[in-house]
């Protein structure tokens, strides 16, 4: 690594303060009836204003929870049912994750099941999804600009992706507006979940030239801006303007370093314990974090010392901490203090059991991220990770 460069994204990303008051524009340009997908909350009224100012007509699709193959089929059916033309998801990861599946169900015809990796047939999507808008409102996934939805199999105890090109939103719409208010807790597990979505494809056996720059970036202001943030949301004041624009712009550049880096470990547990205990996405990926970097470090040094990713956590250390000379460890120190300062509880809180962690290795083992992982870890490594992020 880096080899050549790839990089596949959104047609459009509108970004910025007020950036959502666009949103009329951009709809009215791509269909006539929005299935406009959220989450529980009741912060889509003025988006279902900017739309109908448009002369775009809406329904909603509440989403409970991160999506499940039974959430896509009820949204796909609802579009259909509605004769929708354009999917628009505004929310968290979830609410972008059921819209992005969706739009591509109701193009494509069929099952989730015909489609999905790992717990279905693995079928190509052969036609463009639905045009879809996504307007994340939290700064954590980076979906708005991936091209896979991920859905959990409650029947199979896993999450597993749908993935396509096809699937790219034609637009993103990044409003840090839409951050003000996000409760402290929220706030620590998308931080830590985006940060670490720009630190896994900066050390992916697939990282290139077009994503190292994204990924540098991301680390640096994602380092400066969460834990400012995080004190202020704690504090009950208001999130600084710029901090808040720095998070979501951290979160778009990991969506775009995941989408064509790929991920490692810490994703590559989280989609077993998503499916396995229905734990959010976010806060699993920050409570695995540290102890990843830990184990995975302790074994480049040993395997793999005079390798390229070895060069990539000294320089990882010296992002995070901000001091040109920190060592390796330095760096694992300060993403544990990190959650340390967040809060940020472990994975016993979500259900996970000594007992269960050989199933969790297992499954973990045939996860999509962990094959971005910068080195191939032992069954023993494996446990060591989980049980330190117990
Ligand atoms: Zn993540």
């Given at each position: 690594?880096?080899?050549?460069?790839?990089?596949?994204?959104?047609?459009?990303?509108?970004?910025?303060?007020?950036?959502?008051?666009?949103?009329?524009?951009?709809?009215?340009?791509?269909?006539?009836?929005?299935?406009?997908?959220?989450?529980?909350?009741?912060?889509?009224?003025?988006?279902?204003?900017?739309?109908?100012?448009?002369?775009?007509?809406?329904?909603?699709?509440?989403?409970?929870?991160?999506?499940?193959?039974?959430?896509?089929?009820?949204?796909?059916?609802?579009?259909?049912?509605?004769?929708?033309?354009?999917?628009?998801?505004?929310?968290?990861?979830?609410?972008?994750?059921?819209?992005?599946?969706?739009?591509?169900?109701?193009?494509?015809?069929?099952?989730?099941?015909?489609?999905?990796?790992?717990?279905?047939?693995?079928?190509?999507?052969?036609?463009?999804?639905?045009?879809?808008?996504?307007?994340?409102?939290?700064?954590?996934?980076?979906?708005?600009?991936?091209?896979?939805?991920?859905?959990?199999?409650?029947?199979?105890?896993?999450?597993?992706?749908?993935?396509?090109?096809?699937?790219?939103?034609?637009?993103?719409?990044?409003?840090?507006?839409?951050?003000?208010?996000?409760?402290?807790?929220?706030?620590?597990?998308?931080?830590?979940?985006?940060?670490?979505?720009?630190?896994?494809?900066?050390?992916?056996?697939?990282?290139?030239?077009?994503?190292?720059?994204?990924?540098?970036?991301?680390?640096?202001?994602?380092?400066?801006?969460?834990?400012?943030?995080?004190?202020?949301?704690?504090?009950?004041?208001?999130?600084?303007?710029?901090?808040?624009?720095?998070?979501?712009?951290?979160?778009?550049?990991?969506?775009?370093?995941?989408?064509?880096?790929?991920?490692?470990?810490?994703?590559?547990?989280?989609?077993?314990?998503?499916?396995m205990f229905s734990a959010p996405h976010g806060a699993v990926c920050a409570a695995l974090l540290p102890d990843v970097l830990r184990v995975n470090a302790r074994a480049i040094a040993a395997r793999a010392p005079d390798g390229?990713?070895?060069?990539?956590?000294?320089?990882?250390?010296?992002?995070?901490?901000?001091?040109?000379?920190?060592?390796?460890?330095?760096?694992?120190?300060?993403?544990?203090?990190?959650?340390?300062?967040?809060e940020v509880p472990g994975l016993a809180r979500y259900g996970l059991t000594v007992d269960r962690i050989p199933e969790l290795i297992t499954k973990a083992r045939a996860a999509s991220s962990m094959k971005g992982n910068p080195?191939?870890?032992?069954?023993?490594?494996?446990?060591?990770?989980?049980?330190?992020?117990?």
């Open positions: 690594m880096p080899s050549g460069a790839a990089l596949e994204a959104p047609a459009r990303i509108e970004g910025g303060p007020g950036a959502l008051d666009r949103l009329g524009g951009i709809a009215n340009g791509l269909g006539t009836h929005a299935l406009l997908v959220t989450g529980h909350s009741n912060r889509h009224a003025r988006v279902g204003e900017l739309l109908a100012a448009a002369g775009v007509r809406w329904t909603r699709f509440a989403v409970d929870g991160e999506p499940t193959i039974d959430t896509a089929r009820a949204g796909t059916a609802a579009a259909l049912a509605a004769g929708c033309d354009l999917v628009i998801g505004f929310g968290g990861g979830s609410a972008l994750d059921a819209a992005k599946a969706i739009a591509a169900l109701v193009a494509n015809g069929g099952d989730p099941l015909d489609y999905l990796e790992v717990v279905g047939r693995g079928h190509a999507l052969t036609r463009p999804s639905l045009p879809f808008v996504a307007i994340p409102t939290t700064a954590g996934t980076g979906s708005e600009v991936t091209k896979n939805a991920v859905l959990a199999s409650p029947e199979h105890g896993v999450k597993a992706s749908l993935r396509s090109p096809l699937m790219l939103a034609r637009a993103a719409i990044i409003d840090p507006d839409l951050l003000a208010g996000l409760p402290p807790a929220v706030l620590a597990s998308s931080g830590v979940d985006a940060l670490s979505q720009v630190i896994e494809p900066f050390l992916s056996i697939r990282a290139n030239a077009a994503t190292d720059p994204l990924a540098r970036e991301g680390i640096r202001r994602s380092a400066a801006a969460l834990p400012r943030a995080h004190a202020a949301a704690r504090a009950g004041k208001p999130i600084d303007t710029e901090d808040r624009q720095a998070l979501a712009q951290a979160s778009l550049l990991g969506g775009l370093c995941l989408a064509n880096a790929g991920l490692g470990a810490v994703h590559g547990f989280a989609a077993p314990l998503g499916g390229p990713a070895h060069a990539r956590l000294r320089e990882l250390a010296a992002m995070l901490t901000g001091r040109d000379a920190a060592s390796i460890d330095d760096g694992i120190e300060w993403t544990a203090a990190l959650c340390r300062a967040l080195i191939a870890l032992s069954d023993d490594e494996l446990t060591e990770i989980a049980r330190a992020s117990l």
